[in-house]
C-alpha cells in the first residue's frame, strides 16, 4: 500500500500524532545536524592543529638530536690528541677517540674525513667496510656541501641522523661525522610527547621507522594512492627538502588519530540523541492524549453529520460540554440542522421560482414543457400537443421611467396575480420569463384552440390596474406556438411562440399564432434560420474589421469587428439581411459568441509587430439578458489564453433599456472581468443621463447620423461638441463613427475627440487586408 494512501486511511488523531512526532523529529534532526556540522568543524580544526604541533615537534626532536651531535663532534674534533694524532697519522688514536667519544654521547656512528671527504677513519668496527664507506662518504660530501645542519639518511636500511663539524689548525685539515640511528624510540617519544604519531618512508614506499604498529604498516606504504589510512588517522604527508636535512625522495607522515579527538563529541552526541529519544516517547504520549481528547467529540459530530446527509433532521445533536472550539462546532452543528432544510427550500425558490412573483422562473417552466413533451411522446403518435402562450407587457419600460422600479415590480407582481386568477391552475401552468416576459403552459391544446385562452387572457389585461392611487392601463402582446405542430423540441417551441409575442406586438394584432412566414419578410429566408445554423457549423462566416484611429497621433489602436456572410449559393449576404432576424429569434447569441472565439482565436496576429489591438464586438439585448454570457465569456477567455483587456463590447442604448436591471448588472459583471464598454450609437436613444453615469462604461461612441451632418448642419456640429464635453466631464472616451473626409476628420480633432472610424480611413475588411492595411498604415507614420 502507498504511504499516500495510508495516509488518507489514518483519523485525525492519528494524523495529528505522526504530524507531531515528525515535526519534533525535524527539529532534532536540524539540530543534530547543526551539532554534527560543528563537531566536524572543530575536529578538523584540532587535528589540523595537533598535525601542525606534531610536525613542529619532530623537527625539534631531530634539532636536538643534531645538537647533541654537533657538540659531540665539537669535542672531538678540539681534542689535543686527536690533532696530535692527526698530525701523525696515527689511525688507531683517531679510531679510539672517535669511538670513546661516540660512546659518551651514545652515537652510533663517528667517523673521520680529509678535506677531500675521503673515509680515514670510523669509531665502530665495520664488517663489510668497503660497502658502508660509500655511503658515509657521500653523506660527508653532502654535508660539507654547506646549507643544512643535520642530514637524515638511510644505509643498509636504516635510517641515520647526521652532523659534521670541520677540523681547523688553523685551516680546516678534516671533518668530524657524527650520527644516531634513528630507531623505534624516537617515534614512541614523538608519540608521547604530542599524541601524534610519525612514521618515515623512502622512495620505494618501504616504513623505515614508524610509531604505529606492524598492523598499520601496508596501510603506511599504500597512503598516498588507496588513502586507507584516512579511514583511521589524519595524516600530513611532509615531502622534506634538502633544507630540512633529509635526502631527497623521503617522507614524513604526522598522523592523528580521528577517533581519539572525536571520541568526546561522540559522547555529547550520544546524549542528545538519547535526550531526543526520551522527548520523542514523552512528546507521542502527550500527542496521543490530546488527540484523543479532540477525536472523541469528532467522531461523535461525525456520526451526527452522517444523520443530517441522509436528510434526517429530526433528532438534535448531543450537546457538548466542552467550552472550547470543539464545543462551539457542536453547537454550530446544532444551528446548521435547524436551518439546513429552511435554506434548502430557499434554494430551490432561487432555482426554480420567480422571488418577485412567486411564478416558476424559465428554468422550472422549460423543464416542465420538456416533461409534458417526453410524456406525450411516451403515449405514442396519439400523444396529446404541447402549447406555450407568451405575452409581453406594452409600456412597461415607460412606466419604470415615469414611475420609478419599485412600482414596476409591484406593477409585475399584480400581473401576476391577475394570470393566476383568470388562467385555472388545473389547466395551464403560469411562469415569469424574465422582466415583463410572461408564459402559460397549455396542455392537451393546440395553438388553434388554445386562442380562447390566451383570449381571456387579452381581455383580463383590458381592466386597468390601480396601484397606490395611480391606475395603469396595460396590453400585451401574446404569441403562441405548439408542439409537434410547430417545434420539435423545447428551445424551439419557447423560440417560435416568442417570435408570434415579437410580430404581435410589431403588428399590434394582439394575439398571433406561430407561422412559418412571421420568420422572415420574404420567402427567401423562410429556412434563414436552419441555414444561419449551418453557416456556423460549416464555416461560412468571415471576420471583418474596420478600424479606429486615434486622433492624437494617427494610430491604429482599435478596430471594429464585423460579421459577413459567404452563402454558397446566395454569394455575400448583407448584414441587414440576416442580423435583424437573428435578433428576433435569439440566434443573435450564437453569432456572438462565434465573434469572440474567432477573434480571441485571432489576436497574436492582431497584436504581433508590438502594436497592440482593442477589438469592439457589438453585443445585443438578447445577450444582456443572457444570465450565463459571462461565463462563456471566461471559459472562452481560458481556452484562448486571450486578455479581457483586449475587447471592447459596444452596447446600444436601446438593448441597455429594455430591461435596465438585468442588463446593468450584466454590465457589471462583464465591467469586473476587465472588459472595456462603450456605449454604441449615443444621441439616438433615450436614457437618462443620471442611468448612464450608473452604468460601469468606459467610452461613448457618437451616431454617425450626427458626425456626418456637423460639416453642414451647425445642429448636428453642436450635439457632437456637446456629447465630447459630457463623456469626458465623466470620464469617459469619446469614438465618433461616420468620418466620411477629411474635414468631418479636422473638426474632430478640433473638438478633442479621442478615436474615429469611418470609410474616409478604410471600410470594413478581412482580417488579413485589415493586418496589411495597418501595416502600411504605420509606414506611412513613421516617415
Not at 434548502?344 to 432555482?351: C, G, V
Not at 386562442?451 to 387572457?457: L, Q
Not at 403562441?480 to 403588428?507: C, F, G, N, T
Not at 509587430?609 to 445585443?620: D, E, F, K, Q, T
Request: hydrophobic share 45%; with cysteine; charged share 20%.
Amino acid at each position: 500500500m502507498k504511504l499516500g494512501s495510508m495516509y488518507a486511511r489514518w483519523g485525525v488523531g492519528t494524523k495529528f500524532v505522526a504530524f507531531s512526532l515528525v515535526l519534533l523529529l525535524l527539529i532534532q534532526a536540524a539540530v543534530y545536524g547543526v551539532v554534527q556540522v560543528n563537531v566536524e568543524r572543530n575536529v578538523r580544526g584540532q587535528i589540523k592543529q595537533e598535525l601542525a604541533t606534531g610536525e613542529k615537534v619532530w623537527w625539534q626532536l631531530l634539532d636536538q638530536n643534531a645538537k647533541q651531535l654537533r657538540q659531540g663532534a665539537d669535542v672531538v674534533a678540539k681534542d689535543f690528541g686527536f690533532r696530535s694524532a692527526l698530525g701523525t697519522g696515527d689511525i688507531e688514536t683517531l679510531r679510539s677517540t672517535l669511538e670513546n667519544h661516540g660512546g659518551r654521547i651514545k652515537a652510533n656512528v663517528t667517523a673521520f674525513f680529509d678535506t677531500q671527504f675521503a673515509l680515514k677513519a670510523t669509531g665502530f668496527e665495520m664488517a663489510a667496510e668497503d660497502a658502508f664507506a660509500p655511503e658515509l662518504q657521500r653523506v660527508a660530501t653532502e654535508l660539507g656541501a654547506g646549507g643544512v645542519n643535520y642530514k637524515i639518511a638511510q644505509i643498509d636500511a636504516k635510517l641515520y641522523q647526521f652532523v659534521m663539524v670541520p677540523v681547523k689548525a688553523p685551516l680546516t685539515i678534516g671533518w668530524v661525522l657524527m650520527g644516531f640511528a634513528l630507531e623505534q624510540a624516537q617515534a614512541d617519544d614523538m608519540f608521547k610527547l604530542s599524541g601524534v604519531h610519525i612514521a618515515l618512508r623512502d622512495e620505494a614506499r618501504n616504513i623505515l621507522l614508524s610509531s604505529l604498529g606492524a598492523d598499520a604498516l601496508p596501510a603506511l606504504k599504500n597512503f598516498g594512492n588507496q588513502g586507507d589510512l584516512t579511514l583511521q588517522y589524519a595524516t600530513l604527508m611532509v615531502q622534506t627538502s634538502e633544507g630540512q636535512g633529509q635526502a631527497k625522495g623521503f617522507t614524513t607522515l604526522v598522523m592523528r588519530s580521528i577517533d581519539e579527538v572525536v571520541a568526546p563529541y561522540r559522547q555529547v552526541q550520544l546524549a542528545l540523541l538519547l535526550i531526543t529519544a526520551i522527548g520523542l516517547a514523552l512528546f507521542a504520549v502527550g500527542s496521543a492524549l490530546l488527540a484523543q481528547r479532540v477525536t472523541v467529540p469528532l467522531r461523535s459530530l461525525a456520526g451526527a453529520a452522517e444523520q443530517l446527509s441522509r436528510g434526517d433532521y429530526s433528532q438534535a445533536l448531543p450537546a457538548m460540554r466542552h467550552r472550547d472550539e470543539v464545543g462551539d462546532l457542536s453547537r454550530a452543528f446544532n444551528q446548521m440542522r435547524s436551518s439546513i432544510q429552511s435554506q434548502q427550500h430557499e434554494i430551490m425558490q432561487l432555482a426554480y421560482w420567480d422571488r418577485l412573483t412567486g411564478l416558476p422562473n424559465r428554468t422550472q417552466f422549460r423543464d416542465l414543457i420538456k416533461q409534458s413533451i417526453q410524456a406525450s411522446i411516451a403515449i405514442g403518435s396519439e400523444g396529446p400537443p404541447v402549447t406555450v402562450i407568451m405575452l409581453n407587457l406594452d409600456r412597461f419600460k415607460h412606466v419604470n421611467d415615469v414611475l420609478g422600479y419599485a412600482f414596476g415590480d409591484r406593477l409585475l407582481k399584480a400581473v401576476a396575480e391577475r394570470l393566476r386568477t383568470h388562467v385555472p391552475p388545473e389547466a395551464a401552468t403560469v411562469a415569469r420569463l424574465g422582466g415583463d416576459e410572461f408564459a402559460v403552459m397549455v396542455e392537451d391544446q393546440n395553438a388553434h384552440t388554445a386562442t380562447a385562452m390566451a383570449a381571456m387572457i387579452a381581455k383580463a389585461f383590458e381592466l386597468p390596474l390601480t396601484l397606490e392611487d395611480q391606475t395603469v392601463d396595460l396590453s400585451a402582446g401574446i404569441g403562441l406556438a405548439s408542439w409537434p405542430m410547430h417545434a420539435q423540441d423545447v428551445d424551439m417551441l419557447l423560440s417560435r411562440a416568442e417570435i408570434a409575442m415579437y410580430v404581435a406586438k410589431r403588428k399590434t394584432t394582439g394575439i398571433q399564432v406561430y407561422d412559418p412566414a412571421l420568420d422572415s419578410s420574404s420567402t427567401q429566408t423562410l429556412s434563414l434560420l436552419t441555414e444561419l445554423r449551418h453557416a456556423v457549423e460549416d464555416g461560412q462566416l468571415r471576420l471583418y474589421l474596420q478600424p479606429k484611429l486615434n486622433l492624437s497621433d494617427n494610430t491604429v489602436v482599435a478596430a471594429e469587428a464585423l460579421v459577413r456572410w459567404q452563402h454558397p449559393v446566395r454569394g455575400l449576404v448583407p448584414p441587414m439581411q440576416f442580423i435583424p432576424f437573428a435578433e428576433q429569434t435569439g440566434f443573435v447569441r450564437q453569432l456572438t459568441l462565434w465573434m469572440f472565439e474567432e477573434v480571441a482565436k485571432e489576436l497574436p496576429r492582431l497584436q504581433s509587430g508590438g502594436h497592440p489591438l482593442r477589438v469592439a464586438i457589438n453585443l445585443s439585448t438578447r445577450d444582456l439578458l443572457d444570465q450565463d454570457f459571462p461565463a462563456k465569456l471566461d471559459a472562452m477567455m481560458l481556452k484562448h489564453n486571450a486578455p479581457t483587456s483586449a475587447f471592447c463590447l459596444e452596447i446600444t442604448e436601446s438593448a441597455i433599456m429594455d430591461d435596465p436591471q438585468r442588463a446593468e448588472a450584466t454590465l457589471n459583471r462583464l465591467s469586473e472581468r476587465g472588459f472595456k464598454l462603450s456605449i454604441d450609437d449615443f444621441g439616438t436613444g433615450y436614457s437618462s443621463l443620471a442611468y448612464l453615469k450608473r452604468l460601469p462604461v468606459n467610452e461613448l461612441k457618437i451616431d454617425k447620423s450626427f458626425v456626418m451632418g456637423m460639416e453642414k448642419d451647425e445642429s448636428d456640429a453642436k450635439i457632437v461638441r456637446s456629447t465630447i464635453d459630457l463623456a469626458h466631464n465623466l470620464g469617459l472616451s469619446v469614438v465618433a463613427e461616420g468620418v466620411e473626409n477629411q474635414a468631418i476628420l479636422d473638426k474632430l480633432v478640433e473638438l478633442q475627440c479621442d478615436e474615429a472610424q469611418g470609410y474616409y480611413m478604410s471600410k470594413p475588411i478581412p482580417l488579413p487586408e485589415f493586418i496589411a492595411w495597418r501595416t502600411k498604415h504605420q509606414s506611412t507614420q513613421a516617415t
